[in-house]
């Protein structure tokens, strides 16, 4: 042990030719207390990740394939299963009558009737792009209309509460209304998802730019992105989190407001809808065909929330550090 000491003690005393220790910095005591400033910034920096390090959910890409893909089909698969046992359980102890609470088997031959007749594809594709236009439109609108009332602060004052209780207000009020106005075509129709849904982006892009931190505005300004260029390469980056959660809310609110319209509406003339299958199903009292309109609803909402809202998510927040891969 005594030797240990000494090669340890002799390692440390060694020094260059003018007489430093080995790992002390040369120069004077001053220059060696104040540091390096770059080392001091790069100290600094990786204390920083490393704190974000502790909050950041990491994702282990090494992990098999078939893992990943059991750990999100399984779980949801479970719940449905359970759904059908509980529902199955239910028709069998004739909780209620058949014409209130048909089996899962009549459901799914009263899809399957729409299946082999081709009308599924059609049903859901007239409804997707109703939603989609519709909801393209209220991006277009509630997007300036968002970043005036965020900026202006008169403007903010005026219609920020009438915004608020736009949004609370049920989309289905705004359907005879825009009946009356408009008539019984696709023009009521888009009248109420936009009503449904412009406020829900606004609001959304309001709440985004209310959280971006002024030194970011201010750092923009001095490097020239003002105006127009400000928004765009400052505001709306930095506003992103709260604007993407605006941009869902806004997509659920359009396809609410869609059912809601194409429930009440009609306008079969103009495409035949889920909207308008529930109806059918209502008049017809085949409760086995409202219930299918039901799930295919469900399916779309469920679909592009996976498909295209989570994974935009998931890469704002890897863009902000807050969600790490690990290789």
């Known amino acids: 042990m005594g030797n240990t000491e000494v090669t340890s003690a002799a390692s440390l005393g060694k020094g260059d030719g003018d007489g430093n220790a080995a790992g002390t ?3 004077t005591s001053a220059e060696n207390a104040a540091g390096n400033p770059r080392d001091n910034d790069q100290d600094v920096a990786g204390l920083e990740a490393g704190l974000d390090a502790l909050d950041t959910v990491v994702l282990a890409e090494h992990a098999p394939w078939w ?11 479970c719940a449905i299963g359970l759904v ?10 004739d909780v209620a009558p058949d014409y209130k609470l048909p089996s899962p088997g009549q459901v799914w031959d009263a899809f399957m009737v729409q299946w082999r007749a ?13 939603a989609w236009l519709g909801f393209l439109l209220a991006i277009a609108l509630g997007t300036p209309l968002g970043l005036i009332v965020a900026r ?13 209780g736009l949004q609370s207000l049920p989309s289905v009020a705004w359907v005879p209304l825009a009946v009356i106005w408009f008539g019984q075509n696709n023009t009521a129709i888009y009248a109420v998802v936009l009503l449904g849904a412009v406020p829900s982006i606004a609001n959304g892009l309001v709440s985004g730019v209310d959280q971006v931190p002024p030194l970011f505005i201010r750092a923009g300004r001095v490097l020239g ?3 127009v260029k400000g928004i765009r390469y400052v505001l709306l980056p930095a506003a992103m989190p709260g604007y993407l959660a605006g941009l869902k809310q806004g997509w659920a609110f359009t396809w609410r407001s869609l059912m809601a319209a194409e429930l009440i509406v009609g306008v079969g003339q103009y495409g035949f809808g889920v909207g308008q299958l529930l109806d059918q ?7 086995p065909m409202m219930l299918t309109a039901v799930f295919m ?11 295209i809202f989570n994974p935009l998510e998931r890469l704002v927040l890897r863009q902000r550090g807050l969600l790490v891969t690990t290789k």
């Open 25 to 27: 910095p040369t120069g």
């Open 67 to 77: 893992r990943t893909v059991l750990a999100k089909v399984v779980p949801p698969l």
């Open 84 to 93: 059908l046992v509980v529902w199955q359980i239910a028709y069998s102890a």
């Open 118 to 130: 081709g009308e599924v594809h059609n049903i859901l594709w007239v409804s997707v792009e109703r």
């Open 152 to 164: 202006v602060k008169i403007i903010r004052a005026a219609i920020g509460p009438i915004l608020t």
């Open 225 to 227: 992105a003002t105006g």
């Open 281 to 287: 199903g209502r008049t017809l009292g085949d409760m």
């Open 297 to 307: 609803i469900l399916f779309v909402g469920i679909g592009i929330d996976l498909l």
